[in-house]
Nanobody, 116 residues
Framework: QVQLAEFGGGLVQPGGSMRLVCVTSGFEFERYIMAWYRQSSGKDREEVAVISTGGRATDYATFAKGRFTISRDNSKSLVYLEMNDLKPDDTAKYYC?????????WGQGIQVSVSA
């Protein structure tokens, strides 16, 4: 049974940093391209960052480039998202998943709120 669980969110001031972690189980983690997504109120879910199976290749949405870093630990089936210089527009619920959602499910997500 595939499980995805995100942790590490909360409230942060503009300019601050936050690290999210995604705990996964139930699939061969090292075989899947992983990604972080986010969804803010009234908007569609959007892709934030992607990481290759081995972790050597990454790609970011324009808004995330230079501020966010995605990484993974295949030995522990974890995916991380390091976020720096956070802005109010980064306020959203963040989700991790394999790219393209092959499992047809989402975790509960984790709320990130950026506000003074």
């Amino acid at each position: 049974q595939v499980q995805l669980a995100e942790f590490g969110g909360g409230l942060v001031q503009p300019g601050g940093s936050m690290r999210l972690v995604c705990v996964t189980s139930g699939f061969e983690f090292e075989r899947y391209i992983m990604a972080w997504y986010r969804q803010s109120s009234g908007k569609d879910r959007e892709e934030v960052a992607v990481i290759s199976t081995g972790g050597r290749a990454t790609d970011y949405a324009t808004f995330a480039k230079g501020r966010f870093t995605i990484s993974r630990d295949n030995s522990k089936s974890l995916v991380y998202l390091e976020m720096n210089d956070l802005k109010p527009d980064d306020t959203a619920k963040y989700y991790c998943n394999s790219r393209g959602n092959p499992f047809r499910l989402w975790g509960q997500g984790i709320q990130v709120s950026v506000s003074a």
